[in-house]
């Protein structure tokens, strides 16, 4: 159990802000994705993310802070115990109670009914437990394994289409993740036992989804949006052509006269809902003219519009 404090470097009095900068530091250095070749440093970025998340909590810094609970966010053992015996001390000798007394129970989850005895001159009568003052035997709590932090990179098109991504963790299994309906950049996903082992079980595995940008799809909550280029003819004259959506590609039936701005909605081509169903994909026409084209530059200079002012109705 590491005092966070030390894990990111910080003063115990340090403030919110400079245990935000601490932590961006070491998790850049530390990254998985960073040191794919050593998992020390990807051990390291968990204490460092535990570590940051329990000093940001509030309510368990103050906890840490006061002795309540240790750097995993765990309750401290009873009355303080820790360490080894202290001072030459015995057991048995208790003098004015426990103060300044340390007593080393030989790890967590360590049966303390041996202690107890000695201090409070063992089994009455052969009745249950130690100590008429305690009566059932206590055990310590036994804590959970620490939580292990990742990040994983999804394609934009996977996440629209809730594609299976493979994942592998610190001790090289690799999983398939389903992901859930609504994923976005930043959602995170729990895998239960998946993390470090404990006395108490296996803590759990931390991943937080990045959806990677692409090139010309965007996201409007559950809406996919695109601008498609199409030529001039097509603009003018209409017809059939391809667009590309998040799964396949689709015929798109442009009518004749079409401008650029003009959208045309694709039902259910968007991302999943939490809720269920679908979002849409919005295809923005894009009227792609020629910069060099001389029988283009040709025809327009013989082609009368008949004084036609696509502006009149600016003012201009």
Do not use: C
Request: no cysteine; hydrophobic share 35%; proline share 6%.
């Amino acid at each position: 159990m590491a005092d966070p404090y030390q894990t990111l470097g910080v003063a115990r009095g340090a403030s919110e802000a400079d245990i935000k900068k601490a932590y961006r530091k070491l998790a850049k250095e530390l990254h998985p994705d960073r040191n794919k070749d050593n998992p020390k440093a990807s051990e390291r970025f968990s204490q460092v993310t535990s570590a940051y998340d329990l000093l940001t909590d509030k309510d368990k810094r103050a906890r840490f802070d006061r002795g309540e609970i240790d750097g995993d966010g765990n309750p401290a053992a009873p009355f303080g115990f820790g360490g080894g015996m202290g001072g030459g001390q015995r057991p048995g000798g208790m003098g004015g109670g426990f103060q300044g007394q340390q007593f080393d129970f030989g790890g967590e989850g360590a049966d303390m009914s041996d202690i107890f005895e000695g201090l409070f001159g063992g089994r009455q009568g052969g009745g249950g437990g130690f100590a008429s003052g305690f009566g059932r035997r206590q055990q310590a709590p036994r804590a959970k394994g620490a939580n292990v932090q990742y990040r994983l990179r999804v394609p934009f098109v996977d996440a629209a289409a809730l594609a299976a991504q493979r994942i592998t963790l610190g001790d090289g299994k690799t999983i398939d993740l389903k992901l859930p309906a609504g994923v976005e950049d930043g959602t995170q996903m729990r895998l239960t036992g998946k993390g470090e082992p404990g006395p108490g079980g296996a803590g759990d595995a931390i991943v937080t989804i990045e959806v990677v940008p692409h090139r010309f799809f965007t996201r409007h909550g559950d809406d996919v949006r695109l601008d498609l280029p199409i030529t001039l003819s097509e603009a003018v004259l209409g017809g059939a052509v391809k667009a590309p959506t998040v799964e396949k590609p689709v015929m798109l039936t442009i009518a004749p006269g079409a401008t650029s701005g003009k959208t045309l909605r694709l039902k259910g081509k968007g991302f999943h809902k939490k809720g269920g169903g679908r979002g849409d994909q919005l295809v923005t026409l894009m009227v792609d003219v020629p910069a060099d084209d001389a029988a283009l530059k040709a025809f327009i200079a013989d082609w009368s519009p008949a004084n036609r002012n696509p502006r009149e109705a600016m003012g201009v």
